[in-house]
């Protein structure tokens, strides 16, 4: 499997689904089919929707789903260490390493633990991406789960994300909380205790074109 195209495929297609992104279905497609066949079964059944909705729904969804439900949440970082100071040193060294790799942090208006934002990063430095994204797997995992057990299209994706990382992927929750070693924050900021995002860490994450604004090799911040 070409990790470098699971990535970038990954990315542009948990990116906010413009005409643009849209328009690289067929692109996406044809390079899976190539370069990770294996992997192109887990991204087939995003496809085949975008393919026979209206891009309009699709947008819709998409806001739903990542937007205003918690469950969902990109963020990798989010489901590990919460709306707590530590998260903010968190994301900034997010960002030194995409510096020190010699990637400029477009201007997005995301966080840089935004999944589609650490998966073309892991394009770029597929061995270091990987590492970064297996010391994320819980949060993989859940945010997989998660969209499995709603039925969405997305959850493939996730699936074949994590299926380019060691070890097996836990079956269901349960197994997936006990992936995140450690509890919750206990310092949360204006978040309910209800928060499904600490529930689970209660209990014991070649030839595509980048994503428009993502990041890009060559100068620093």
Do not use: N
């Not at 990315?11 to 996406?28: N, Q, R, T």
């Not at 510096?99 to 589609?116: F, Q």
């Not at 699936?159 to 097996?168: E, F, I, Q």
Request: glycine share 10%; aromatic share 6%; proline share 8%.
């Amino acid at each position: 499997m070409s990790r470098p195209i699971v990535y970038q495929a990954a990315s542009v297609c948990l990116g906010y689904p413009d005409e643009g992104v849209l328009g690289l279905a067929g692109v996406i497609r044809r390079a899976l089919t190539e370069s990770a066949p294996a992997a192109e079964a887990s991204f087939a059944p995003l496809l085949d929707w975008w393919a026979t909705t209206p891009a309009a729904e699709v947008q819709r969804a998409y806001v739903d789903v990542f937007d205003l439900s918690k469950r969902h949440a990109l963020y990798l970082s989010y489901w590990t260490d919460g709306d707590t100071r530590r998260r903010g040193m968190v994301l900034a060294e997010f960002k030194q390493r995409y510096r020190e790799a010699g990637l400029v942090l477009g201007d997005t208006g995301e966080l840089p633990d935004h999944l589609p934002l650490v998966l073309e990063y892991a394009r770029h430095r597929p061995d270091d991406g990987a590492d970064l994204l297996q010391s994320y797997r819980a949060s993989l995992e859940l945010i997989r789960i998660a969209l499995a057990e709603r039925g969405s299209p997305y959850a493939g994706v996730v699936a074949a994300v994590c299926a380019t990382l060691p070890g097996r992927s836990p079956e269901d929750r349960q197994q997936a909380m006990a992936m995140a070693a450690a509890g919750p924050p206990s310092e949360t900021v204006g978040l309910d205790g209800a928060d499904p995002r600490l529930i689970p860490l209660e209990s014991t994450g070649a030839g595509l074109p980048a994503p428009t604004g993502v990041l890009a090799t060559g100068g620093r911040r």
